[in-house]
């Protein structure tokens, strides 16, 4: 079957780095998502990775291993406002989303 | 630049009564769009897409159908709510098949 899994939750501090990591498996592969998601709010997208490597926007980042059906959001300086649940979603064959529960992540000054 | 809008924001409605939430996307011609409902501490769950005007397609069955009578609308709707229907939908709209998907707020529907 399909399947997506990322922790639950996370905690990191104010100014720091943080690694949140996904692993997947679908049937075909068309491409990993990340989505930040705020309590209450619509999810925002924030990387798209196809090939292998790492794609930095900024204060984010985001790696992509095909071979080893895995990914991470890496957030670096982090700030109050990245309190939120970030959302890891691959794309199958068919071009449907198989989507994460969501890690919350919780930012302590 | 393309926007999406989606209403009401929240919601809530006896057992029994029908449903209509409408989506729609400004700014883009023919887009694929999506509905979903989010249950908490659960993935998103894809209830329905669409490619093109009339063209649905359902991944769950259950008491909820869709339709997109216009390129740019979407359409979910119930004839009879469930308690079980209760959650978080959200609309969504995407270029192509492979790009990142634009969702609207959100309805936050409580079925009592």
């Known amino acids: 079957g399909q399947n997506i899994d990322q922790p639950t939750e996370m905690t990191a501090t104010e100014g720091a780095i943080v690694q949140i990591n996904c692993t997947y498996q679908?049937?075909?592969?068309?491409?990993l998502f990340w989505y930040q998601q705020h309590a209450g709010e619509a999810p925002t997208f924030l990387s798209y990775?196809?090939l292998d490597g790492l794609e930095e926007k900024g204060r984010f980042s985001s790696f992509l291993s095909r071979s080893k059906g895995y990914s991470y959001l890496l957030l670096k300086e982090l700030q109050m406002k990245d309190s939120a649940s970030y959302l890891c979603?691959?794309?199958?064959?068919?071009?449907?989303?198989?989507w994460g529960a969501g890690t919350k992540l919780i930012i302590k000054p | 630049s393309q926007t999406i809008h989606q209403w009401p924001a929240t919601l809530v409605q006896p057992v029994g009564s029908p449903l209509s939430l409408e989506c729609t996307v400004e700014g883009t011609s023919n887009p694929n769009l999506y509905w979903y409902r989010q249950a908490a501490g659960r993935g998103l769950q894809l209830l329905f897409y669409s490619v093109g005007i009339g063209q649905i397609s359902s991944e769950v069955p259950q008491n909820l159908s869709a339709s997109r009578p216009q390129d740019r609308q979407f359409i979910l709707s119930s004839k009879k709510l469930l308690l079980s229907d209760s959650g978080f939908y959200l609309c969504?709209?995407?270029?192509?098949?492979?790009?990142?998907?634009?969702f609207g707020q959100g309805t936050r529907l409580t079925v009592v």
């Open positions: 969504a709209w995407s270029e192509t098949e492979n790009t990142e998907a634009f």
């Open positions: 679908t049937s075909g592969f068309n491409g």
């Open positions: 979603a691959a794309m199958d064959s068919n071009y449907q989303l198989i």
């Open positions: 990775n196809v």
